[in-house]
């Protein structure tokens, strides 16, 4: 079925500001050194935003450099008709080489072994070395200088960066910023190394968000943030310690309908919620099956409407959520409930309600699901 833009906004939508990514965009790449760029991570729906929204955005204030996760988010992209640079930053099947290749895409080369195997595709392609500096999670062991230079050596990877991952960076403890500077000085050393051996590393990079954010500007050729483009820490007890970063997303559902629930009476799955007064009820057209954690209903989940915190009742349903509106003003069918994002003076953040689940923004955002529309704000 054709999309009427009036149907984009008829159930439950992501509302996303473009302003708001530009102006994050200028306000991270302020704080790295001169000849240091942005690489827009974009994975994920670059964060449940729309990826290729956001790298459209980024791409016409100058952002030339994306990082996705997975082949198939980096064909998105190009077909998409994104021209710079696009690193794949997870693992790609070896024989998906040629696909990597037909695309113009970037590959991380996971560790010594998934090199070897790419190279053997016999596809010419371009790759970053991941370099492990701590995290143990990807990449060839920093100090094994070695197996990095031959990756150099191999014939058909070409080699146009070398980068690593910071995991404590967004830790405050006197050892997580121990461990940070040491990741900083392994990473640093291993590309001296193989300067050393007259091998060109090409371009450095190790910062997400955090590392951008919280670091001194770092002598590399890119920063790869995610979370903080989108204008969201991680969590509200985590602190970016940057000001002014401003949210990009808003989670917006319509009111269904508004009913009067009896005292005495229950409501929802399991009749969890139960009235001990008379109480007025509005049925949010949103739920799990959106990406709404379901346990939210039930710790404290709040939706804004007419401007004004209203709780959520019960339990959430696949594609429904109750909401308790006897207090404040009156609600209508029709009417707009805010989940994520403002309604006039009252904000609901992603930080609050990814922290009320359990979880990170990150998370919250990067699961809202392909039935909500994403909608540009204009
Ligand atoms: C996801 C990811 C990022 C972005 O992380 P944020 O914390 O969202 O900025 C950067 N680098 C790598 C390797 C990643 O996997």
Request: hydrophobic share 45%; charged share 20%; with cysteine.
């Amino acid at each position: 079925m054709e999309e009427t833009p009036l149907s984009r906004t008829g159930r439950a939508w992501r509302e996303v500001d473009g302003r708001a990514l530009v102006h994050n965009a200028r306000l991270l790449q302020g704080l790295l050194a001169p000849g240091c760029r942005l690489m827009a991570v974009v994975k994920a729906e670059a964060y449940g935003h729309g990826a290729v929204w956001a790298a459209r955005t980024l791409e016409a204030q100058g952002v030339d450099a994306f990082a996705v996760a997975c082949l198939s988010e980096g064909i998105a992209l190009r077909r998409a008709g994104i021209s710079g640079v696009i690193l794949v930053l997870g693992w790609t099947p070896p024989e998906q080489a040629p696909l990597l290749a037909a695309y113009g895409l970037t590959q991380a080369v996971a560790d010594a072994a998934h090199g070897l195997t790419l190279s053997a595709q016999g596809v010419e392609l371009k790759v970053h070395l991941a370099l492990d500096t701590g995290m143990h999670r990807l990449g060839i062991p920093a100090e094994d200088t070695a197996a990095i230079a031959h990756m150099f050596a191999l014939p058909h990877l070409k080699v146009e960066g070398v980068f690593s991952h910071l995991c404590v960076s967004d830790g405050n403890s006197e050892q997580d910023r121990a461990f940070t500077a040491r990741q900083l000085e392994v990473f640093y050393r291993a590309a001296e190394e193989l300067r050393r051996r007259g091998l060109d590393p090409g371009a450095l990079h190790i910062q997400a968000s955090y590392g951008l954010c919280r670091l001194p500007p770092q002598p590399c050729q890119y920063a790869r943030p995610g979370i903080a483009l989108y204008g969201a820490a991680s969590s509200p007890d985590l602190p970016l310690g940057v000001a002014g970063l401003e949210p990009v997303l808003s989670l917006r559902a319509r009111v269904v309908s508004v009913r009067a629930l009896p005292a005495g009476c229950g409501a929802g799955y399991g009749l969890a919620f139960q009235s001990m007064e008379d109480r007025r009820l509005a049925v949010v057209s949103i739920g799990y099956a959106d990406g709404l954690p379901r346990a939210l209903s039930q710790r404290g989940g709040q939706v804004l409407l007419g401007g004004t915190r209203r709780p959520m009742v019960g339990r959430m349903c696949m594609d429904q959520l109750l909401v308790d509106v006897t207090d404040g003003p009156e609600v209508a069918a029709g009417d707009v409930a805010t989940l994520i994002g403002q309604d006039g003076g009252a904000r609901i953040s992603a930080e609050e309600v990814a922290r009320q689940c359990g979880t990170i923004a990150n998370e919250l955002l990067s699961r809202l699901g392909p039935r909500l529309p994403v909608v540009p704000l204009v």
